[in-house]
């Protein structure tokens, strides 16, 4: 059973940043993954970026990956999206996913559990 709390959301600029966090409770196994997600009101659900959780290796959408990084601290059960130059289409609700298995895929529901969300809104 694994239990996932984003946080970090909020109302920026555009031009500015944002750091989210994702905290992971529960067992989650020897290999697994997570994610982030996000979704516009009217929109499907989006994928932003992924990561191993044991390796570290990464994956990105490429709308986001020259500005977007993703992390993870494994002693702190945590995962980070740091958001910089946001522009004001990246407003959404962003969502932190986990699975077993493999970090590369981008169908959201291949993932889960899934957090509650975090609204960011980045203002022209």
């Known amino acids: 059973q694994v239990q996932l709390v984003e946080s970090g959301g909020g109302l920026v600029q555009a031009g500015g940043s944002l750091r989210l966090s994702c905290v992971v409770s529960g067992r989650t196994g020897s290999s697994f993954a997570m994610a982030w997600f996000r979704q516009a009101p009217g929109k499907e659900r989006e994928f932003v970026a992924a990561?191993?959780?044991?390796?570290?290796?990464?994956d990105y959408a490429d709308s986001v990956k020259d500005r977007f990084t993703i992390s993870r601290d494994n002693a702190k059960n945590t995962m980070y999206l740091q958001m910089n130059s946001l522009k004001p289409e990246d407003t959404a609700v962003y969502s932190c996913?986990?699975?077993?298995?493999?970090?590369?895929?981008?169908?959201?529901?291949?993932?889960?559990?899934w957090g509650q969300g975090t609204q960011v809104t980045v203002s022209s």
């Open positions: 990561i191993s959780w044991i390796g570290g290796s990464t």
């Open positions: 996913a986990a699975r077993a298995g493999s970090f590369l895929y981008h169908t959201a529901h291949t993932w889960g559990p």
